[in-house]
């Protein structure tokens, strides 16, 4: 029977009436051939056609997941040329201060650990349609606060600084919230045929989110040029960071309601059902339980362990931009404020063009073809192949040679593990434990890039950008290795494998098993 279409379709039966395990299997007859999951998806299955071409109801659904990611990209990254006004506004235009250059990049990434912990674990318990967009408000409460207390402090560059990085740690609540919930809202929804796709859609929004970021920072510059560069108010890039933050709220408030009003989907109805157990329980206990079972707890390792040796890597080199665009040529070392200003955003906007968005896409054309495993593991070994040249030739790279090594490596982050450790989450988990199991793969990751955000700058210091990059080619061999714990999920349904497992325990300990 192909099931309804609808965003936000209901169960077609209460959920505590929703057969149990037993019944299910009972039902394949005993033939060995694989079953369908009762918990089935609610997208169509499509007849025909690529996995990337989209319904119309698909569409809307990634528009509503996707503009979080965009959002996400767009703030996080535009962290890079928004520290460089600061310096010019409260140094002098000095670098900030070692330790709070690192508070400040690493700002929206401490907060992204509490936040992918806390919706996690609340989209589990309390349901998807009850947490959604929670999230989403953080970034308003964030940009509506930040300019003000930056102003506050501006007498006193330290102060400034700080307040900035707290308010970022605000920012990144909200942002790690989304990645969790989107996760668990898409991957609910979409069929499995082209679950990945879905996922690697949202995910691709990144990119973009970066892009644009760069290219409103660049036409800001531009209006701004006759009375930064002309007037030598260089105090004016405060008009400039101010409205390129500001700008953010504008797609935020535009999905704020969508997301609040998004209806539950039947897979998660169903799934607290899956024992007709007390589906309002809480479900830590449960959750322990489950993954107290190494072939359970192995994926959650191997889920966490990858994501964080990735982002070692992947926010080492992104939140340190700098380093890069010295080396081709757009730090904006020379010229005057604006002009160095301008160069740098324009370098971003080079490495985002060269390796970001042709990664992602990448990526999202062959994952229903090559899998997720393939992917990820080529994507890690790859890009250690690069840093590797980075590190070894660092000095003796010519600019064109730099930037082609550097555009392969963005390239094998996105089309490898810095998409497909965010989808195996999604999808290797079953819909009872996804959320909370996706945000603490996620936290893992974000554990990562606060290390190499706090780390970096002063380290580099001390032993050479050389010898990080070194350490970053050793997370990607030993993130090579760790994902092949992992099984392909290509056509794997997690709720089906859970309810096989259910029923085993109820064979083993006598037919009486309470999973809640």
């Not at 169509?44 to 996995?51: A, L, S, T, V, W």
């Not at 970066?210 to 004016?236: P, R, T």
């Amino acid at each position: 029977m192909e099931p309804q279409p609808a965003l936000d379709r209901k169960p077609s039966h209460s959920p505590s009436h929703s057969p149990s395990p037993s019944r299910s299997n009972s039902a394949n007859g005993g033939s060995g051939r694989p079953k369908r999951s009762e918990l089935q998806e609610v997208e169509r299955e499509g007849r025909g056609g690529q996995p990337w071409m989209l319904t119309g109801t698909e569409a809307k659904l990634l528009g509503i997941a996707g503009i979080g990611f965009f959002l996400d990209a767009y703030d996080l990254f535009i962290i890079n040329p928004v520290a460089t006004m600061l310096q010019y506004r409260l140094y002098g235009g000095e670098h900030l201060p070692a330790h709070l250059e690192g508070f400040v990049k690493a700002g929206a990434n401490i907060g992204s650990v509490i936040g992918q912990f806390v919706f996690g674990y609340l989209a589990d318990a309390l349901g998807r349609q009850r947490v959604y967009g929670k999230g989403t408000h953080a970034h308003h409460l964030r940009d509506d606060h930040d300019a003000h207390h930056a102003h506050r402090g501006r007498s006193r560059p330290t102060t400034a600084s700080s307040i900035w990085g707290v308010w970022r740690i605000v920012l990144g609540v909200g942002v790690g919230g989304d990645y969790p919930m989107s996760a668990s809202v898409t991957s609910d929804r979409a069929n499995i045929r082209k679950r990945g796709t879905m996922l690697t859609y949202i995910f691709s929004m990144q990119g973009w989110g970066s892009l644009v970021g760069s290219l409103i920072v660049i036409i800001l510059l531009a209006i701004y040029k006759g009375v930064i560069d002309g007037e030598g108010k260089i105090s004016k890039v405060d008009g400039v960071w101010r409205i390129a933050v500001g700008l953010s709220l504008v797609p935020a408030f535009g999905t704020l309601y969508q997301r609040l009003t998004l209806g539950e989907s039947t897979r998660y109805e169903k799934s607290k059902a899956l024992d007709n157990g007390n589906a309002d329980e809480p479900r830590t206990l449960d959750f322990v339980r489950h993954f107290s079972q190494w072939e359970n707890a192995k994926l959650l390792f191997a889920t966490s362990a990858s994501w964080f040796l990735l982002d070692i890597a992947f926010y080492g080199i992104n939140l340190n931009q700098n380093v890069v665009l010295q080396q081709i040529g757009f730090d904006g070392s020379s010229g005057s404020p604006w002009h160095r200003l301008f160069r740098v955003s324009t370098g971003n906007i080079i490495i985002t063009v060269l390796g970001f968005v042709p990664g992602y896409y990448a990526t999202l054309f062959t994952i229903e073809i090559l899998g997720r495993k393939w992917i990820q593991i080529q994507g890690f070994l790859l890009s250690a192949l690069f840093l590797g040249i980075l590190a070894g030739k660092f000095y003796t790279l010519s600019t064109v040679q730099f930037i082609v090594c550097f555009a392969f490596l963005q390239f094998f982050f996105n089309f490898g593990a810095n998409t497909t450790t965010y989808c195996y989450p999604a999808e290797v988990f079953p819909t009872r434990y996804k959320a909370f199991a996706h945000g603490i793969s996620a936290a893992s990751g974000k554990a990562g890039a606060i290390i190499s955000a706090l780390a970096f700058n002063q380290l580099s210091k001390k032993i050479g950008t050389p010898a990080c990059l070194w350490i970053f080619f050793g997370c990607c061999l030993g993130g090579a290795v760790v994902s092949l714990l992992l099984p392909e999920v290509k056509g794997r349904d997690a709720d089906v494998i859970l309810a096989q497992q259910i029923e085993e325990r109820r064979r083993r300990e006598g037919g009486n098993v309470d999973v809640d």
